[in-house]
């Protein structure tokens, strides 16, 4: 399948669900270069995206004694096609700011869908 496919079909998806997609905004920040004697600056980018929220499993099955998750992880699909996230970045929702803990694509290299862990 092109990835161009996969983007709309993603697209496709997202608009099906309707209000079930949550309009969200990633803050992706970056640090200036760093010159000796003064602090770097931080500059940050704010992307549109939409995301429908997902639960895990409070217990994990392949541990031994079957630790639970830690229940303030959240977790998400995001739709984001015009940067890439990645760990550290801030996730407003609503009035909520979390940060992302783990970032894993999952659209076979399209470039527009991740799984991502929050807290």
């Known amino acids: 399948m092109r990835n161009e496919t996969i983007r709309r079909m993603v697209r496709d998806l997202f608009d099906t669900v309707g209000e079930v997609a949550v309009s969200a905004t990633l803050r992706q920040k970056t640090q200036g270069d760093y010159e000796p004697g003064s602090s770097t600056e931080e500059t940050t980018s704010?992307?549109?995206?939409?995301?429908?929220?997902?639960?895990?499993?409070?217990s994990d099955g392949a541990n031994a004694v079957g630790t639970p998750i830690d229940p303030?992880?959240?977790?998400a699909l995001i739709e984001c096609e015009t940067v890439k996230p990645k760990v550290d970045d801030d996730l407003m929702i609503d009035a909520e700011t979390f940060t992302l803990l783990q970032v894993v694509a999952a659209d076979t290299g399209a470039g527009i869908l991740y799984e991502v862990s929050y807290q």
Request: charged share 30%.
């Open 46 to 58: 704010d992307i549109a995206i939409r995301l429908v929220r997902t639960e895990k499993s409070l």
């Open 72 to 75: 303030s992880l959240h977790h």
